[in-house]
């Protein structure tokens, strides 16, 4: 078993020594580091950065040619991490010879250790993984600054000084993993990159901080909560809808495809895009006219023909509905002169 050791006081710490034991070429822009590696041992890249009130996180999206064990350590604090695993899978424990706690795909776990204690990560050979690990409090707390993040987020989950290692695995979310494609899918360069890459990653932050509160409130968490199978199913699902929402999809031709119940498609996509099946449909479809207004030569009545609607009237209300204004009158500010019925 290969083992990697990182610290993470410093994010310029964490590239060094992962470039050092992976391999690679690490590269530097504007506070974002990437190391990509391609080799015998490694094939994929980890990127990371640092922003204000001591966050930081790392995202890993690799594939080892052999089991890896990573020991995270800050002997000058007791971090906070949220982590998710948007692929594959791995497990965590304290030490070496502590429990060791699996972290599938599509989960979010929260975790701190005691100061001087490490938490390990174990990786399995030629498993493609993709995995997103916030970490909140890189420094000691500053106890003059008792409204900071990284204090407020330590006084959630610890009420004293932290004593003892916390684990939380929270049930499967895929608006985690959707805001996580968000943070992947962001193309604009410096300080515009930096800033919007910060927005997300605290509303990320959030997520898996309501997550944890939602999950000690539920008092039937198993019975409401999907399995992985069919979480993949409706993600699958989904993206078939957003890629092609013109399509005549219905629930019946859903369920058939997916083999899951109405009922169970119905809590599945309320659950992850708090909108029914229908609803997440026409959704897709109002988003997609919307880029067809901006980006084709199509008319309006074309472009109702086009995303599967049967009546512009009503593609016009909840086109209104979503844009403040109609069809029309949203071509015509995108170009005055380009405006046909």
Do not use: W
């Not at 094939?43 to 052999?66: E, H, L, P, R, W």
């Not at 019975?223 to 399509?247: D, F, G, Q």
């Not at 109002?286 to 109702?304: C, F, G, M, P, Q």
């Amino acid at each position: 078993m290969k083992v990697v050791t990182i610290n993470t006081e410093k994010i310029k710490d964490i590239f060094e020594a992962l470039a050092l034991n992976i391999g690679g070429k690490v590269t530097f822009d504007l506070d974002e580091y990437t190391l990509d590696f391609n080799n015998s041992f490694a094939k994929g890249s980890i990127i990371g950065s640092s922003f204000n009130d001591d966050i930081s996180y790392v995202q890993f999206d690799m594939t080892f040619s052999a089991d890896v064990r990573m020991n995270i350590t800050n002997p000058k604090a007791s971090p906070v991490y949220f982590a998710y695993c948007s692929k594959g899978n791995l497990s965590h424990s304290f030490g070496i010879l502590g429990e060791e706690r699996k972290l599938k795909t599509f989960q979010t776990a929260i975790l701190s250790s005691k100061r001087d204690d490490e938490n390990v990560l174990f990786f399995e050979k030629d498993v493609k993984t993709k995995f997103t690990l916030i970490i909140v409090g890189t420094q000691i707390a500053d106890k003059n600054q008792p409204n900071s993040l990284n204090v407020k987020v330590k006084e959630t989950f610890f009420e004293n000084d932290l004593r003892e290692d916390f684990f939380y695995l929270g049930s499967y979310n895929l608006r985690i993993g959707e805001k996580i494609e968000q943070l992947n899918a962001v193309t604009q360069t410096g300080i515009v990159r930096n800033l919007l890459k910060e927005g997300i990653l605290r509303i990320i932050l959030a997520m898996e901080i309501q997550q944890h509160t939602d999950d000690l409130a539920a008092t039937s968490r198993d019975a409401n909560c999907l399995t992985l199978r069919e979480m993949e199913e409706i993600k699958e699902l989904s993206e078939a809808i957003k890629a092609n929402p013109e399509e005549a999809f219905t629930i019946k031709s859903l369920s058939k495809k997916s083999g899951l119940s109405p009922n169970k498609l119905q809590e599945g996509f309320k659950m992850i895009h708090n909108r029914t099946v229908n609803d997440y449909i026409t959704h897709m479809r109002v988003l997609k006219a919307e880029i067809l207004i901006r980006t084709s030569d199509l008319n309006i009545s074309e472009i109702v023909y086009c995303i599967g609607f049967t009546s512009r009237s009503y593609f016009s209300k909840i086109f209104k509905q979503k844009f403040n204004c109609s069809p029309k009158e949203y071509k015509f500010n995108l170009n005055p002169l380009a405006i046909t019925a």
